[in-house]
């Protein structure tokens, strides 16, 4: 079993930063998975904002290019996302997951933070 811990969402006004950080623990050799951060806002599907796999190539979603980074620390079982340049459609519960590659449906999620932009 694996689980994925997520911390750093909370109230931010447009154009701030923040940094989410998810933690695996658990039956995982971390680096060998594709991690990534998911996002749904209301009424909204699910949605991949960015991820990297084992060897550190990244996809991100065309609305978060050159505002968000994906990170990874292998030696702590992390993942972290940077924003920046927030804007209010950016707002929704942000999800960690982890993956067998970076073509598979993740096999794992965290639990959700709220990340809300609003002034």
């Known amino acids: 079993q694996v689980q994925l811990v997520e911390s750093g969402g909370g109230l931010v006004q447009p154009g701030g930063s923040l940094r989410l950080s998810c933690e695996a623990s658990g039956s995982i050799i971390f680096g060998f998975h594709t991690m990534g951060w998911y996002r749904q806002a209301p009424g909204k599907q699910r949605e991949l904002v960015a991820r990297m796999d084992s060897v550190g190539l990244t996809n991100y979603a065309d609305s978060v290019k050159g505002r968000f980074i994906i990170s990874r620390d292998n030696a702590k079982n992390t993942v972290y996302l940077q924003m920046s340049s927030l804007k209010a459609e950016d707002t929704a519960v942000y999800y960690c997951?982890?993956?067998?590659?970076?073509?598979?449906?993740?096999?794992?999620w965290g639990q959700g933070t709220q990340v809300t932009v609003s002034s």
């Open positions: 997951s982890c993956a067998r590659t970076s073509t598979t449906w993740p096999d794992y």
